[in-house]
C-alpha cells in the first residue's frame, strides 16, 4: 500500500544558491546515552541478516575490499577511478615541479622518500602475482605486484623499475605481452586471489612504448574486478582472452571493445599455442559454483563448451571444484593440465589432472600433491615450453614433476624460498623460469627437474604494510610495522629492515618513554601462550627478543584478522587492543589483559580503531569497521568503567582510524572508509557534534591521520591515493609533497623532533617527508577573481586574484598551466593570460598553485570566455543526494550547475513540465540516436533543474547541450546508470536528516522539537523514504508527467534498505503518485535497527548503485 506522500521536503523546483552539492563541511547534533561496561543491553546479536553479506568464506575475508564497501556489499562504479582523477587534478604537472624545486630548502622535505623494505635483510620483498617475459630477451621481464604496479628489469632481474607508480590503480592480477610487438604489454588490475587483502582493478593498462607510458582499456568492463589472466592469440594480437570476476571476455580489437563469452568467474585462460581458433577457461572460485570446469572454445572464444570430460576420465563434479589453474604446453599444445582446489577436502587440497586430448578425457596423476593446504589462494601451473614433462606447480611451496605430473618434489627443497606461490614464468626457450610468491621474484635454470634458485628482490620494494606503523620518540632511525606474510619488521635506518616476530605482523606500538618495550600483533593468531596475539620486547624489538604477551584475552571472543593495539602517551604502561566484539585493556604493560568495554560494533564487523587522548589517560575512543564509535572518560576504571555510543551523526561506513588532539580529550578526528560519504570528521565535544571536514578530499578511503602537535589546524590523513594535508582544518585540502605512489597508505607515524611524517603503504614499501615549522608553505586560498567574465579574442587580459598564503613562488594556473604571475602581497597576486587562452567560448578553471614545503593548489575558480551558455566539470548532481560522478539514471532528478544557463530565474510548478523555460532548453542524445529536450524544473544563471527523460539508454554515456536564447553551450557527457540513487534530506545538501516520513502518521522521522510535527518512528514501524534515480519502471508516466495511482508505477530494481547497518524489508519501491521523478520506498524499520537522534540509512542495488547516507530518528 502506498501511503500519502506527505510534505516533499526537498523542493526541486527551487533553485539553489551555489554548488553546494560538492563537499562542504556538515554538523549533525547528537544526543549521547551512557552504557556501563557489563550493563544489559537491547543489542542485537551478531549478524546473520545483513543483506550484502558476501556469500562464500574465502570472499568475506577481503578485508582491504570490504571495509571500502561497507555497509554495502560492492565499491559504488568508477569510485576509484573518479577520486583519482580528482587527485590529478590537485596537482601541479611533473614538469612544474622540477623547475620549481627550492635549492635553499631539503629535497626530503618536498619529496617523499623511500626508505624500504628494499628488501628485507633476509631478501623478501613483497607479494607478486604476474610475470612476463620478453618472447626474444631473456633478461627483460615485467612482473606485477598485488598492490605495487608493474615493475620491468632489463638485466634478469638484478635491477627493476616501477613502471606505473602514478596510475589509477596498482593492484595488477596479471600480465601479458604481445609476441608480435613486445613494446605493447597489457596489466590486468586486481589481484584476483581471493585473500583477506585484496585490492580490485580499474580495468587493463595498456602500454605501447615498453610501459613507459600506459592507458586504461576497459575501464567500464572491468571496474572493481579482478583479472586472473590475459591471453594473446597466437599470429593474431588483436584477439585477446581475459578472465574475470565476471567470466571470460573477448576483444577483437587490441581492447578496444569487450564482450562478456562465458558467465561465472574465471581464474584462468590460455589459448592453444599452435591453433589461436582453440582456447580454454577456468571457470571456479573458492566456494562451490554450478558451472565449475574446464571450458573449451573452437572459435577463437565466441562460444564456450564445458569439458570437464565423460566417467570415468572427468574432472571431480562442479560441486566439488574450487579454484583452478591451466597450465598447456608449446611442444605438446594437446597436452593440457588442470590443477583442481577440492572443495570435498576440508584442507583445501589441490588435484592435478592431465587432458592428452585437448580437453576430452582426464586423469588424476598420481603423485598430485602439487598445492596443498590453501590451494584456493596459491593454485599456478607451468609446463616447460621446450620439455612438456618438466612443470612447476605453486601453491603454498613449489614443486616440480619431471614426468609430466606423475610425481611431485620440492622444488626449493633446503632453499630459502618464500612460500605462496602465486606466478611462474618460463623463458621462450625454456631455459629459465621465473617464480614469483608473497615474498618478491626467484629465479633458475630450468632445464632439468633440478632447480637452482636466486633471490631477484633487491631492488624491489613492495611490502604490504597494514594499520599500525609505529615510530621512536625521539629517532627517526627506529620504526616497527606488521606485513602481509613478511612478519613484523623492523627499521633501524637501512633500505633492508629486519624481520623480527610473526609471520604476518598487523599493528605495533612503542613505549614512548622507554622506548627499549615494543610491541607487535600478529595477524590471524588466537590469544594463548605458544605463538600469542601480543608480542613484546624487552630489549628495542631485537629480533629473537620478543615473548607472548596477551594473558587474559579471550580464546573464545578471539581478536580480529588484524588486532590493533595502542599504546597511553602519558602513562605507557596503559594499553589497548581490539577483540572482535570488545576492547581489552592492560595497566601493566601487557602482562595481564582485561576486557573493559561493552560490545562497541554494530554486529558485523569487528573495532578496528582505539586512542587514548594525550592530555587525559582516562579518554579512550574506539572506532569499528562497521561504522560506530563509542567513548569512554574513565578507562583507568577498567570493568567498571562506562562508555557512550557516538556514532550518531557519522556515516555508518567503516571507522579506520581515530585521532585525539594533543591540546583536548574533547576534540577528535576519525577517518571514514569507503566511498559517497565524508571521509574526516571532527568532534569538539567528545562525538556530541560531529563535523565533515572532508572538503575537497578525493572521494576514496582514508586510512589515519596525524594531528600535527606544533601547527594549529594543521592535519595529515593517508588515503589510498597518497597523503595529503590542511592546514585550515579541513577547509581546503591539498596533496602533501610530491613523488608517493599511488598505493593505498594505511598507516602514518610522525616524529616530533625531526619532523618526520611517515606513511605505509600496502604494496610500495614505506616513505618519508620531512614537514617543516619554519619554511612552510601553506595552500593558497582564493576568495574572489576578477573579472569572472572575459570576452573573446581580447589581448593583454589581467586577471585579479584575491585571496590568503600566497607567496612570491606562487602561480596561477589556467586550465592547469601556468601564467605569467606577479606577486603583490599574500593576498593578492595578478595573472598575465595569453592571446590564446581567450579564443574559445568555454568555462576555464583558474587556481593558485604554491610549491613545497607544504604548499599545494587552490580549490578551483571558473571563469567564463565568451557569452554561450556553460556548464561546470562533474556538474550533473542527483538532485537529492549532489554527488557528483556516480552518474544518473533515466527518469531522475537531476541539478546541473554553470554559468550563463538563462537570462533570469523561471520556475515551472504545473504539469506536465515543458521541455522550454524561460527561453532556456537541455538537449539530450544518447547513442542509440535518442534526441529530446528535457523536461524542466526550474532554471537561473547558475542552476537548472531537470528530469531526464525516460526514454534515454541506463548504459553508457548521454550528451547533454544548453541552450540559451538560441546560443548552444558546449555539449557534456554524463555516464548514464541503470540505477543512481539518491535521497532527499531536510536541509537539501544530501546529508543529515532524510526526508523519511513515519507512514502511518506521516510525521518527519525526526527527533521531537528538531523540525514541525517530527516524531522518532520506532522499531518495527513502518517508513515512506523520499529518493530518485531509483532506474526503470514497469509503467513509467510520459516525461514531465506526474506519476500514476493506479496503477501504481513500480521500480524494476528492488532496493536494498540499510538502516543502521541492518537491512528493512521492502513493501513498496516506485514512483510517489502525484509526483514528478520522485521515488517513494516504504519499508519496515526491522526490530533489531540500532536506535538514537541520528541513525545512518541508505540505499543500494546490492551490486555498487549506492546513495548518499541520511539519517533517521529511531526509539
Known amino acids: 500500500m502506498v501511503l500519502d506522500v506527505g510534505p516533499m521536503t526537498s523542493d526541486v523546483v527551487r533553485g539553489r544558491a551555489d554548488m553546494q552539492g560538492y563537499r562542504e563541511r556538515q554538523t549533525y547534533p547528537k544526543k549521547p546515552t551512557g552504557v556501563a561496561h557489563g550493563e544489559i543491553q537491547r543489542k542485537a546479536p551478531p549478524r546473520t541478516d545483513h543483506p550484502e553479506n558476501f556469500d562464500q568464506a574465502a570472499v568475506d575475508e577481503r578485508w582491504l575490499y570490504r571495509i571500502r564497501a561497507f555497509p554495502h556489499r560492492h565499491v559504488p562504479h568508477g569510485a576509484r577511478v573518479r577520486a583519482f582523477e580528482q587527485a590529478r587534478r590537485m596537482r601541479p604537472v611533473p614538469q612544474m615541479l622540477a623547475n620549481m624545486s627550492v635549492a635553499s630548502i631539503p629535497d626530503s622535505a618536498q619529496h617523499w622518500t623511500l626508505i624500504g623494505p628494499r628488501p628485507t635483510l633476509d631478501g623478501y620483498a613483497g607479494r607478486v602475482t604476474a610475470i612476463a617475459i620478453h618472447p626474444h630477451d631473456n633478461n627483460t621481464v615485467y612482473i606485477g605486484g598485488a598492490e605495487g604496479g608493474v615493475w620491468k628489469t632489463t638485466d634478469g632481474g638484478l635491477n627493476w623499475k616501477p613502471l606505473s607508480d602514478f596510475e589509477p590503480a596498482l593492484a595488477i592480477g596479471s600480465l601479458v605481452i604481445d609476441p608480435a610487438d613486445p613494446n605493447t604489454i597489457y596489466a590486468g588490475t586486481g589481484e584476483q586471489n581471493f585473500n583477506f ?97 574446464v571450458y573449451k572454445s573452437t572459435d577463437t572464444g565466441q562460444t564456450w563448451k564445458i569439458s570437464n570430460g565423460t566417467a570415468p576420465k572427468a574432472l571431480p563434479s562442479s ?85 609430466g605430473g606423475v610425481t611431485w618434489y620440492l622444488a626449493a627443497l633446503g632453499q630459502d624460498v618464500h612460500v605462496d606461490q602465486h606466478a611462474i614464468a618460463f623463458t621462450a626457450d625454456g631455459a629459465r623460469v621465473f617464480v614469483g610468491n608473497d615474498g618478491g621474484v626467484w629465479a633458475s635454470p630450468a632445464t632439468k627437474a633440478g632447480f637452482s634458485w636466486n633471490s631477484l628482490n633487491a631492488t624491489l620494494a613492495i611490502t604490504q604494510f597494514y594499520p599500525g606503523l609505529s615510530i621512536h620518540p625521539s629517532d627517526p632511525k627506529v620504526s616497527f610495522g606488521g606485513t602481509q606474510d613478511n612478519s613484523s619488521l623492523a627499521y633501524s635506518g637501512l633500505m633492508q629492515w629486519e624481520r623480527v616476530s610473526c609471520g604476518d605482523g598487523a599493528a605495533t606500538a612503542i613505549d614512548p618513554l622507554n622506548p627499549t618495550n615494543v610491541y607487535v600483533t600478529c595477524a590471524g593468531a588466537r590469544p594463548g601462550p605458544v605463538l600469542g596475539v601480543v608480542q613484546k620486547s624487552l630489549y628495542g624489538g631485537a629480533r629473537g627478543t620478543f615473548r607472548p604477551s596477551d594473558n587474559g584475552l579471550s580464546r573464545t571472543e578471539g581478536v580480529p584478522f588484524l588486532p590493533y593495539i595502542t599504546i597511553d602517551p602519558t602513562h605507557p604502561q596503559n594499553l589497548y587492543i581490539t577483540g572482535n566484539q570488545h576492547i581489552y585493556q592492560s595497566t601493566n604493560g601487557g602482562s595481564l589483559w582485561s576486557r573493559v568495554s561493552p560490545d562497541v560494533t554494530a554486529g558485523y564487523l569487528p573495532p578496528c580503531a582505539i586512542a587514548v587522548a594525550p592530555t587525559d589517560s582516562n579518554t579512550v575512543y574506539s572506532g569499528s569497521c562497521d561504522g560506530m564509535v563509542w567513548v569512554t572518560h574513565n578507562a583507568l576504571s577498567g570493568t567498571g568503567s562506562t562508555w557512550q555510543d557516538v556514532s550518531s551523526g557519522l556515516p555508518g ?83 602533501l609533497g610530491d613523488g608517493l605512489p599511488n598505493a593505498a597508505a594505511l598507516s602514518l607515524a610522525f616524529e616530533r623532533t625531526s619532523r618526520t611524517l611517515r606513511a605505509a603503504t600496502h604494496g610500495r614499501s614505506v616513505w618519508d617527508l620531512l ?142 513540465l515543458p521541455d522550454s523555460l524561460g527561453d532556456v532548453s537541455l538537449t539530450v542524445a544518447d547513442d542509440t540516436g535518442f534526441l529530446a529536450a528535457a523536461p524542466l524544473f526550474f532554471v537561473s544563471t547558475g542552476q537548472i533543474n531537470f528530469q531526464v527523460p525516460w526514454e534515454v539508454q541506463p548504459f553508457g554515456t548521454a550528451t547533454f547541450t544548453p541552450v540559451v536564447s538560441g546560443a548552444k553551450g558546449e555539449p557534456v557527457s554524463v555516464n548514464m546508470r541503470l540505477f543512481a540513487p539518491g535521497l532527499f534530506a531536510i536541509d537539501q545538501t544530501g546529508h543529515g536528516q532524510g526526508s523519511v516520513n513515519n507512514a502511518l502518521t506521516g510525521q518527519l522521522a525526526a527527533p521531537i522539537g528538531k523540525y514541525p510535527n517530527a516524531q522518532p518512528v520506532k522499531r518495527g514501524g513502518y517508513i515512506s523514504i523520499y529518493c530518485t534515480g531509483l532506474g526503470p519502471i514497469d509503467n513509467p508516466p510520459p516525461d514531465g508527467a506526474p506519476a500514476p495511482l493506479k496503477p501504481l508505477a513500480k521500480t524494476l530494481i528492488q532496493p536494498v534498505v540499510l538502516i543502521g547497518g541492518v537491512q528493512a524489508t521492502v513493501s513498496f519501491s516506485g514512483l510517489a503518485p502525484g509526483f514528478i521523478g520522485l521515488n517513494q520506498i516504504n519499508a519496515q524499520v526491522p526490530h533489531n535497527a540500532p536506535t538514537g537522534d541520528a541513525v545512518p540509512l541508505s540505499v543500494s542495488d546490492g551490486f555498487g548503485g549506492n546513495s548518499n547516507t541520511v539519517t533517521v530518528a529511531i526509539q
Not at 576440508?346 to 589432472?353: K, P
Not at 621446450?386 to 619431471?402: E, F, Q, T
Not at 565524508?678 to 572521494?699: A, C, K, M, Q, R
Open 197 to 293: 587483502d585484496a585490492y580490485g582493478g580499474i580495468g587493463i593498462l595498456k602500454s605501447v612504448d615498453a610501459g613507459s607510458t600506459w592507458t586504461v582499456v576497459a575501464g567500464d568492463v572491468f571496474d572493481q574486478q579482478s583479472i586472473g589472466r590475459l591471453a594473446i592469440a597466437p599470429g593474431n594480437s588483436q584477439l585477446i582472452l581475459v578472465a574475470a570476476d565476471g567470466g571470460v571476455y573477448r576483444s577483437a580489437d587490441a581492447g578496444s571493445t569487450w564482450q562478456n563469452v562465458q558467465f561465472g568467474p574465471a581464474t584462468d585462460v590460455l589459448f592453444d599455442p599452435s591453433d589461436s581458433n582453440i582456447a580454454y577457461a577456468a571457470i571456479g572460485a573458492p566456494f562451490a559454483i554450478d558451472s565449475a570446469g
Open 771 to 912: 614537514v617543516l615549522v619554519h619554511g612552510l608553505n601553506l595552500i593558497p586560498l582564493v576568495s574572489s577573481v576578477s573579472p569572472v567574465h572575459l570576452p573573446l579574442n581580447t589581448a593583454d587580459l589581467k586577471v585579479t586574484v584575491n585571496g590568503k598564503h600566497f607567496t612570491s613562488a606562487s602561480l596561477a594556473l589556467w586550465d592547469g598551466h601556468e601564467r605569467p604571475t606577479t606577486f603583490i602581497s599574500g593576498e593578492e597576486i595578478m595573472a598575465d593570460l595569453e592571446a590564446a587562452d581567450v579564443t574559445a567560448d568555454t568555462l576555464i578553471p583558474l587556481t593558485v598553485f604554491t610549491p613545497g614545503p607544504g604548499g599545494g593548489t587552490s580549490l578551483p575558480t571558473y571563469l567564463k570566455v565568451g557569452p554561450n551558455p556553460a556548464i561546470y566539470p562533474g556538474a550533473f548532481l542527483n538532485a537529492a543526494s549532489f554527488l557528483a560522478g556516480g552518474g544518473v539514471a533515466p527518469g531522475s532528478i537531476v541539478s546541473v550547475f554553470g554559468v550563463n544557463l538563462a537570462p533570469k530565474i523561471a520556475t515551472f510548478s504545473g504539469v506536465p
Open 653 to 735: 561506513n567503516a571507522v579506520t582510524h581515530i585521532t585525539i588532539d594533543p591540546s583536548s580529550r574533547r576534540k577528535a578526528y576519525v577517518t571514514i572508509s569507503g566511498f559517497q560519504a565524508g571521509h574526516v570528521f571532527l568532534t569538539e565535544d567528545g562525538g556530541g557534534v560531529w563535523t565533515d571536514i572532508s572538503g575537497n578530499l578525493p572521494d576514496i578511503s582514508a586510512n589515519d591521520l596525524i594531528a600535527d602537535p606544533d601547527l594549529p589546524g594543521t592535519l595529515y590523513v593517508a588515503t589510498d591515493l597518497g597523503v595529503f594535508w590542511t592546514n585550515t582544518t579541513g577547509r581546503v585540502w591539498s596533496p
Open 319 to 403: 560441486d566439488k571444484i574450487g579454484r583452478i589453474g591451466l597450465a598447456i604446453s608449446r611442444s605438446s599444445p594437446k597436452t593440457l593440465y588442470a590443477g583442481i582446489e577440492s572443495l570435498a577436502a576440508e584442507s583445501s587440497s589441490g588435484v592435478l589432472y592431465k587432458s592428452s586430448d585437448g580437453g576430452s578425457t582426464w586423469t588424476a596423476t598420481a603423485g598430485s600433491a602439487y598445492c596443498t593446504k590453501q590451494c584456493w589462494y596459491n593454485n599456478v601451473l607451468a609446463v616447460n615450453p621446450v620439455n612438456p614433462k618438466i612443470l612447476l606447480g605453486g601453491g603454498v611451496d613449489l614443486r616440480s614433476s619431471a614426468d
